[in-house]
């Protein structure tokens, strides 16, 4: 049983950073997701499992930075210049059984999500 636990989440203002942190029980193909109120949950980040592949929604591209550390089994998604749109729950996610040239990008790809961490970022 995959077991992810995210930190990091918390208020800031638009124009600040925030990084959060999913420690994961295993080595797996990760993933970021985020939903908003009213809003379905939607694709941020995903990388492979060496961490040499990385793919990042548009909406976040240039902003947003995914890496991981596999001696720690913890990926991380660095976020910076946050605007209020980025407000939202952010999911980690991973994908069990997969190959390095892997890099899910829809929600159903994923098999394991952790519980939540919320972003807020004020006007």
């Known amino acids: 049983q995959v077991q992810l636990v995210e930190s990091g989440g918390g208020l800031v203002q638009a124009g600040g950073s925030l990084r959060l942190s999913c420690a994961a029980s295993?080595?797996?193909?990760m993933g970021w997701f985020r939903q908003a109120p009213g809003k379905e949950r939607e694709f941020v980040a995903a990388i492979n499992l060496s961490g040499g592949t990385t793919s990042v929604a548009d909406s976040v591209k240039g902003r947003f930075t995914i890496s991981r550390d596999n001696a720690k089994n913890t990926v991380y998604l660095q976020m910076n210049g946050l605007k209020p749109e980025d407000t939202a729950v952010y999911y980690c996610a991973a994908r069990r059984f997969s190959g390095n040239t892997y890099l899910p990008q829809r929600r159903p790809d994923f098999d394991s999500w952790g519980q939540g961490t919320q972003v807020t970022v004020s006007s």
């Open positions: 295993g080595r797996y193909t």
